[in-house]
């Protein structure tokens, strides 16, 4: 194949894209007026400079990885068949110091952005973003707000996607969504995301560790079904709400957050019971089945 195309190694086939040729006899009905000449063109046409070749040596330091000492001590069972026990430490706790990288973005994000962000990265995204952002979080810290000029309600509009922050796994922390003037606490790897804007469907699915505020969420948040809930009464505990409600406003500039004010300390309701919702002046609120408030935070009336 690579002497019919007039090469002798793949590396030099590297980086050849015009080589690539549509085959028009397999078009279809649905493929026919489908144009695929903007996947086509070589990098350098589209910008002057750009490396379509290994230009730098990289030093992934593989030599230090565990994965040596575990091939090297599983030989006699890969060449003899003969049974190993292997013993070692292993640890995924070497990362870099908190606020190491900040990268900023504007614009709009595809496909799972942001996933296994790890600790020591901060990305802020201003603009938004597809399904699945902060996908597996592993102790960064995610952003996103609306883009500057944008007039409509951050709590009335999607920001992100579907099945945004799945399986973040890791040490106890709390999920708040502030929505209808009611914060949701959620248990849910430690990491943080403050989203100016409502989350699609199924947002923190399978997670046990970050900490996420955010101004709304579709359907099956939070592993409602899964949460483990309890009585919010500790100070540090209403300490610490307070404070993610605050770094929120900081990180993205929530007016709603901005306006948030807290009650007494209080009971999360339990999933599945709606039957103590009701109506009062200070928003949406909820009742435990004893009448207890379980609201953790309301917002003012002038607040939409």
Not at 154 to 174: A, S
Request: proline share 4%.
């Amino acid at each position: 194949m690579l002497a019919k195309l007039g090469f002798c190694t793949i590396n030099k086939l590297v980086g050849r894209a015009y080589m690539l040729k549509v085959d028009e006899k397999l078009r279809t009905p649905k493929t026919a007026y489908l144009d695929l000449s903007a996947l086509l063109p070589q990098a350098l046409q589209m910008r002057l400079g750009a490396a379509t070749y290994r230009v730098r040596s990289q030093d992934h330091k593989l030599y230090i990885r565990l994965d040596n000492k575990l091939i090297d001590e599983s030989e006699p069972a890969l060449t003899t068949s003969l049974p190993v026990h292997i013993d070692c430490d292993i640890t995924n706790t070497d990362w870099l110091p908190k606020a190491t990288i900040h990268i900023q973005m504007r614009g709009f994000a595809g496909q799972s952005c942001d996933t296994f962000l790890a600790l020591g990265i901060t990305i802020e995204l201003e603009g938004d973003a597809n399904d699945y952002v902060g996908k597996g979080l592993s102790g960064g810290r995610l952003i996103v707000s609306p883009p500057q000029g944008f007039t409509f309600k951050d709590e009335e509009n999607d920001i992100i996607g579907n099945v945004c922050l799945y399986g973040v796994c890791g040490v106890y922390r709390r999920h708040v969504s502030i929505r209808n003037g009611r914060v949701h606490s959620h248990g849910a790897m430690s990491g943080e995301a403050f989203i100016r804007g409502i989350a699609a469907e199924r947002f923190a699915v399978r997670d046990s560790g970050a900490n996420a505020v955010l101004e709304g969420t579709g359907d099956l948040g939070c592993n409602v079904e899964m949460m483990e809930v309890g009585k919010v009464t500790d100070p540090r505990e209403i300490a610490a709400l307070r404070s993610l409600v605050e770094d929120h406003r900081h990180y993205t500039g929530s007016e709603i957050a901005s306006i948030a004010q807290f009650p007494s300390p209080s009971t999360p309701i339990r999933p599945g019971d709606t039957s103590g919702l009701q109506a009062t002046t200070g928003g949406a609120r909820y009742l435990s089945e004893g009448g207890e408030d379980v609201i953790d935070l309301v917002l003012p009336r002038t607040a939409s």
